[in-house]
């Protein structure tokens, strides 16, 4: 989506912690979410956070959300072969969803 | 199985034929949605209902493109005279109206056109 940017990939390597970033562009979205797609697959909603919130911590995900930057992360602690694939961002806008072009993520062992 | 239901998971077709995707969506669900995913891309909005009125189209849904839900329920897609600029996964999602504006996808239909 033009208006949802992230990384195209990240590479890391099972144990470490994986990072995802995206900025977004309408400061009106009331929430923001990041989902996970794999192969051959619809799309999962992994976690998503209130735009008045700065931090939401989910297991091991973490969302961390800058409003004034429109700057959203989603941060995978030791992560897993399992948590390779792809994750988008989205956001909120009148009644539906915008989502990034994808983060391709690789988690090597 | 209580998740969103997409058919056919994939379709094959000849330039030029008309194609059909079933969506049923969660059963509670007021809202279904219909995205268009290309290689590399992330999901891209075509149109949506709530229960079933057709409530916004995207620019990208062409005249070829025609979604309908007459009973609120389930939805089809049709595409007319398809094109090979057609070929894409086409996504089905749900969600109730009242909540945080998670959709809840289904597998997905795959269409490619030779």
């Known amino acids: 989506g033009e208006d949802v940017e992230q990384s195209l990939f990240l590479s890391v390597r099972e144990g470490d912690s994986s990072v995802i970033n995206c900025t977004y562009t309408d400061s009106s979205s009331t929430y923001l979410y990041w989902y996970k797609q794999e192969p051959g697959a619809g799309l999962q909603l992994l976690t998503y956070?209130?735009?008045?919130?700065d931090m939401k911590q989910d297991q091991r995900l973490t969302v961390l959300l800058n409003k004034k930057d429109k700057h959203l992360s989603l941060r995978i602690a030791d992560t897993q072969t399992g948590d390779s694939a792809i994750y988008f961002c989205a956001e909120s806008m009148k009644d539906k969803l915008v989502f990034g072009a994808g983060t391709i993520l690789r988690v090597k062992s | 199985d209580t998740g969103v239901s997409q058919d056919p998971r994939h379709k094959i077709t000849k330039r030029g034929q008309n194609v059909t995707f079933r969506c049923d969506p969660i059963s509670e669900h007021n809202r279904l949605y219909w995205y268009r995913q290309t290689l590399g891309q992330g999901p891209e909005f075509l149109t949506y209902f709530q229960n079933e009125a057709q409530l916004e189209k995207s620019r990208l849904l062409s005249d070829r493109f025609s979604a309908e839900r007459p009973k609120g329920s389930f939805s089809t897609l049709e595409i007319q005279r398809t094109e090979q600029g057609d070929s894409a996964m086409y996504l089905c999602?749900?969600?109730?109206?009242?909540?945080?504006?998670?959709?809840?996808f289904g597998e997905g239909s795959r269409l490619t056109v030779l």
């Open positions: 956070i209130f735009s008045n919130m």
């Open positions: 999602a749900s969600s109730p109206v009242l909540g945080s504006g998670e959709l809840f």
